[in-house]
C-alpha cells in the first residue's frame, strides 16, 4: 500500500473559524490532489500539486487554499469554514502524469470534517 | 462540459456475474479508470483503459469505446466482499486533472 496518512481523521468546529487538514506521503511521488466527497456527487477536485510550491486549483476550490512546502506535505486550508464544506477530504497521490503512464492515484484514508 | 454517468445502484447475485457502465463527455480524454471504494473507506484502483478494448485482469474486466465515449466494469463469479461502490473515472488530455462519476453503490446478496 501507497504510505500515505492524513491529519486529523475526524474533526467537529464551527462556522467561521480556520481549518487546516494534512496530507503526508512518504512514496516520493510528484503529484498531490485534494478532493471532497459528498453524497450523490462522487469525487470532486479542490487543488492540486505538479511539485513543491506548484499548486493549481480544481473545479470547487472556492474557500480553500493549498500550499506544499515539502515533496511529503500538502496542506489544505479553510480561511473560514462554512456548513456547505461539512464532507470527507481525500488526498491522493500519483507518481506521474502524461499521455503514456498509468497515473494511477493511492488516496488517503480520508478525513470527515463537521462544521457546525 | 464535462460529465461522466453511471447508474446509481445494481443489485446481483453471489456468483453471477454484473455489469456496470459509464458514459463520459470530457473537454479532453486520455484514459479511463475504475476505482472501488467500500463503505466509509477510501477509493482503491481496480483498472485503466487508454485503448479501445477490453482489459482483464483476474475477476475483473473493463471495456473502453473511446469513439462512443463509453466503458464498462465486468465481474464475474460475484463475492459478497464485491459489495462496493464503482467509481467511473475519465483522464483530461494533459493528465492533471480527473474527472468522477457519481459511482455505483453495488450489493450482491447471497
Known amino acids: 500500500d501507497a504510505g500515505i496518512t492524513q491529519s486529523p481523521r475526524h474533526k467537529v468546529t464551527e462556522t467561521g473559524t480556520p481549518v487546516t487538514l494534512r496530507c503526508h506521503q512518504t512514496e516520493n511521488h510528484r503529484y498531490m490532489y485534494w478532493y471532497r466527497q459528498d453524497p450523490g456527487h462522487g469525487l470532486r477536485l479542490i487543488h492540486y500539486s505538479y511539485g513543491v510550491k506548484d499548486t493549481d486549483k480544481g473545479e470547487v476550490s472556492d474557500g480553500y487554499s493549498v500550499s506544499r512546502s515539502k515533496t511529503e506535505d500538502f496542506l489544505l486550508t479553510l480561511e473560514s469554514a462554512t456548513s456547505s464544506q461539512t464532507s470527507v477530504y481525500f488526498c491522493?497521490?500519483?507518481?506521474?502524469?502524461?499521455?503514456?503512464?498509468?497515473?494511477?492515484?493511492?488516496f488517503g484514508p480520508g478525513t470527515r470534517l463537521t462544521v457546525l | 462540459g464535462q460529465n461522466i454517468d453511471q447508474p446509481t445502484e445494481m443489485t446481483a447475485t453471489e456468483g453471477a456475474i454484473v455489469q456496470i457502465n459509464c458514459t463520459y463527455q470530457t473537454s479532453g480524454f486520455n484514459g479511463l479508470f475504475w476505482y472501488q471504494q467500500h463503505a466509509g473507506e477510501a477509493p482503491t484502483f481496480l483498472s485503466y483503459n487508454v485503448l479501445d478494448g477490453l482489459e482483464e485482469k483476474g475477476r475483473f474486466s473493463s471495456f473502453l469505446s473511446r469513439s462512443k465515449g463509453y466503458s464498462y466494469l465486468l465481474l464475474k463469479e460475484l463475492q459478497m466482499k464485491d459489495s462496493a461502490s464503482y467509481l467511473c473515472a475519465a483522464l483530461n488530455t494533459g493528465g492533471f486533472k480527473t474527472i468522477f462519476g457519481a459511482g455505483t453503490r453495488l450489493f450482491v446478496k447471497a
Open positions: 491522493a497521490i500519483s507518481e506521474s502524469s502524461g499521455r503514456a503512464s498509468l497515473n494511477e492515484q493511492f
